[in-house]
């Protein structure tokens, strides 16, 4: 119950085109989603996060779909460039502990 | 660069040896995490202080304890180490103990041979 599911492991993309990563959750406690950005040798920096109570969050190319009901979450990466090539992680968060489960990580590339 | 500084960035030892992996928070931030990172668990939340206080505790071994000292950095003990302790491991900080939002350090990786 305290996992995040995350798909797909990997995805390539042109260049201009979309991507998307989903994340599926079970515990209806958490309630705060975050996406997590990690480039080769770095740790992660967040990117954009999302609260149960909004259904979608834009911040510039980056939107966090939310659908509550189903406890689903997903990131979309408009005009994804090659520059956005790295792994992402999702991640939710229970109680008033800084505590965040991960899911397990997508390797984004984009071609240019 | 966050301003999460861990060291060292590289440790190679052999299994049985014992390590320690330090970490400076972000100037004010008051809480320290632990995550450990694997190909196969992925990022796996080790352990949270606050302001010098154990907060949250996630799958951390027994051979493995941590502390926050009075100026607020942190060490990470890992003893007996067994080669599947070879991983990254990461500091995080945060100024508060609630928030989501992190600060990662560039990790330690840790190669037990």
């Known amino acids: 119950q305290q996992q995040v599911k995350q798909s797909p492991q990997s995805l390539i993309v042109q260049k201009g085109g979309i991507s998307i990563i989903n994340c599926a959750y079970e515990n209806t406690a958490f309630d705060y989603f975050p996406w997590y950005q990690q480039f080769p040798g770095k740790g992660p920096a967040l990117l954009i996060a999302?609260?149960?109570?909004?259904s979608e969050k834009k911040e510039g190319r980056f939107t966090i779909s939310f659908n509550k009901s189903a406890k689903q979450f997903s990131l979309h990466i408009m005009d994804s460039q090659p520059g956005d090539s790295a792994t992402y992680f999702c991640a939710a968060r229970t109680g008033n502990t800084g505590k965040l489960i991960f899911g397990q990580g997508t390797t984004l590339q984009v071609k240019p | 660069d966050s301003g999460v500084t861990q060291t060292p960035k590289h440790l190679i030892t052999a299994t049985g040896q014992r390590v320690t992996l330090r970490c400076s928070p972000r100037?004010?931030?008051?809480?320290v995490y632990w995550y450990q990172q694997s190909l196969d668990q992925g990022l796996q939340f080790l352990i949270q202080y606050y302001n010098g206080e154990e907060r949250a505790k996630g799958n951390i071994l027994e051979r493995f304890s941590a502390q926050q000292f009075p100026d607020l950095h942190s060490e990470l003990n890992l003893s007996s180490l067994e080669l599947g302790d070879s991983a990254l491991y990461f500091c995080a900080s945060s100024y508060s103990s609630g928030t989501g939002e992190l600060f990662f350090g560039e990790g330690s990786r840790l190669t037990v041979l």
């Open positions: 999302i609260r149960p109570d909004v």
């Open positions: 100037s004010g931030d008051l809480s």
